[in-house]
């Protein structure tokens, strides 16, 4: 199927943030667009609003009429719905074109110059980086991200002179493997997804195969020293980046320091500034619009990217200070004298550690108070002990129960097994439930929260800053 041919597109798992980018896409070319999704949300409600048609129901009686051709209706699902949903089934079993989400972002973005970021980690605000740099400088672009770009309140941009497309790369369930990258980068491939990829071989593999379906007129960029080992085609250049250059780093041989990296780094009073060093190009005193440490290297990346695709330097500096960065991802809520609220979509270990490390290095001598909502049993099952690890970082910690998403609950995973690992004294296990009362409670001592997990924690945020807010 010709999917610019097609008058129709239906959203199986609709409110994903994925979907919500396509659903805002087809919308823009004027298709009809309807769907289900589990649960109404902020943004299904804004997709509503756009002109989507969104239901909560799985029941197939509520697809609108305009979307049961199978000759005009494409049919667009998340591999987050169960196989035997009704309304999926529906449409398998009468001849409907049935595409994975990824598969229809492929289709759309393959005729372009794709710039694909891929990572376990920072993906997300690397390319919503990226994609603000272009789209305020003169080389433009268009992007499809996986968080709402505070800067323009979308995660759909489109330009009507450019062909350049910032994609954010899901690994989950391959789906990175329909791109056809120009330029790519690799924030990390630490183990994730193991439900998926059965071993940690076989999910760096999949980072393997992505660096091999890279154009041979384009270019890697790697953050130096993860574990993949590139298959690039003939042509294809390969770059390295890393944060802030280190005194190891600059005691190798020079063929091994990394091609784009950051120095002079300056922190202090809830600002970073740092000066981009690459081939042939440096750009002194570059403002991080996200002032936390790990976004350093984030930026690193987002500025090589940009500078190879023509934005000039004055045009970055002037980006990064003002990019305000994606929803969820280091997002300040209350910034007082007497009480920090950030909320952050960290989900894996690593991720953890670098969010907690880099709010403890710019609040230091302050109290961090995490607050932390597992997200499926079997992440939890399989890094239990790493998660332990990073939440102990803190200074005190609340943890919630998990947050199974699409999983079934695994006997014995629980948030406990958790909670008895993690070796500082302050910390509480209780229910989801319980939090508000738990804040209201304890808001007097409270100084820097930090709220993170990728599940529903984020409805949550929101009633803490209200008790918060009040603190004297």
Same mark, same amino acid.
């Given at each position: 199927m010709d999917i610019n041919n097609i008058t129709a597109v239906y959203f199986v798992g609709a409110g994903g943030i994925g979907m919500s980018a396509l659903i805002?896409?087809?919308?823009? !070319?004027?298709?009809? /667009? $309807?769907?289900?999704?589990?649960?109404?949300?902020?943004?299904?409600? =804004?997709l509503n609003y756009e002109g989507a048609v969104i239901h909560y129901e799985d029941n197939v009686d509520l697809i609108p009429d305009d979307f049961t051709d199978p000759a005009k209706t494409l049919v667009v699902?998340?591999?987050? %719905?169960?196989?035997?949903?009704?309304?999926?089934?529906?449409?398998?079993?009468?001849?409907?074109? /049935?595409?994975?989400?990824?598969r229809v972002l492929g289709e759309i973005t393959n005729c372009n110059r794709?710039?694909?970021?891929?990572?376990?980690?920072?993906?997300?605000?690397?390319s919503s980086m990226i994609a603000h740099l272009l789209k305020q400088s003169h080389v433009d672009c268009n992007a499809f991200l996986g968080g709402i770009l505070k800067n323009y309140d979308s995660n759909l941009m489109l330009s009507a002179k450019s062909d350049l497309t910032v994609i954010e790369a899901d690994e989950f369930d391959r789906s990175f493997h329909w791109l056809k990258p120009y330029m790519a980068v690799i924030t990390a491939a630490d183990p994730d997804h193991l439900d998926i990829y059965g071993t940690p071989?076989? @999910?760096?593999?999949?980072?393997?195969?992505?660096?091999s379906l890279i154009r041979p007129d384009g270019?890697?960029?790697?953050? =130096?020293?993860?574990? /993949?080992?590139p298959r690039l085609q003939e042509g294809v250049k390969l770059y390295t980046y890393t944060g802030e250059l280190s005194i190891v780093n600059c005691q190798l041989s020079i063929s091994k320091v990394p091609d784009f990296y950051a120095e002079n780094v300056r922190i202090g009073n809830g600002e970073i500034f740092f000066d981009f060093v690459g081939p042939d190009v440096r750009i002194p005193d570059i403002q991080l619009g996200v002032p936390v440490k790990v976004n350093i290297e984030n930026g690193v990346a987002a500025i090589a990217l940009a500078w190879l695709n023509g934005a000039t330097p004055e045009?970055? !500096?002037?980006?990064?200070?003002?990019?305000?960065?994606?929803?969820? &991802?280091?997002?300040?809520?209350? !910034? *007082?004298?007497?009480? /920090?609220?950030?909320?952050?979509?960290?989900?894996?270990?690593?991720?953890?550690?670098?969010?907690?490390?880099? %709010? !403890?290095?710019? @609040?230091?001598?302050? *109290? %961090?108070?995490?607050?932390? =909502?597992?997200?499926?049993?079997?992440?939890? &099952?399989?890094?239990?002990?790493?998660? $332990?690890?990073?939440?102990?970082?803190?200074?005190?910690l609340i943890l919630l129960d998990i947050y199974p998403a699409r999983e079934e609950p695994i006997p014995g995973v629980t948030s406990q097994i958790i909670f008895d690992a993690v070796t500082i004294p302050g910390k509480r296990l209780i229910r989801k439930e319980e939090l508000l009362d738990v804040v209201s409670a304890e808001a007097g001592r409270l100084d820097v929260v930090l709220m993170l997990g990728a599940g529903n924690i984020e409805l949550l945020v929101e009633p803490v800053k209200q008790i918060l807010d009040k603190k004297e």
């Open positions: 805002r896409y087809f919308l823009s !070319k004027g298709k009809k /667009v $309807a769907g289900y999704d589990k649960t109404p949300s902020g943004l299904t409600e =804004q699902y998340t591999p987050a %719905v169960p196989e035997a949903h009704s309304e999926l089934c529906y449409f398998r079993g009468n001849g409907f074109e /049935v595409m994975k989400r990824a794709g710039l694909c970021v891929a990572g376990t980690h920072g993906k997300t605000t690397t071989e076989a @999910y760096r593999e999949s980072f393997e195969h992505f660096t270019c890697l960029i790697m953050k =130096q020293g993860i574990n /993949v080992t045009e970055i !500096k002037h980006g990064m200070a003002t990019f305000a960065g994606p929803r969820r &991802r280091f997002d300040f809520h209350l !910034k *007082k004298d007497n009480i /920090v609220l950030i909320d952050d979509y960290a989900h894996h270990p690593a991720e953890l550690k670098a969010s907690i490390l880099s %709010v !403890k290095e710019l @609040y230091a001598g302050r *109290k %961090v108070t995490g607050i932390f =909502q597992p997200h499926l049993y079997t992440r939890t &099952r399989d890094f239990a002990a790493d998660f $332990a690890a990073s939440l102990s970082l803190l200074d005190e």
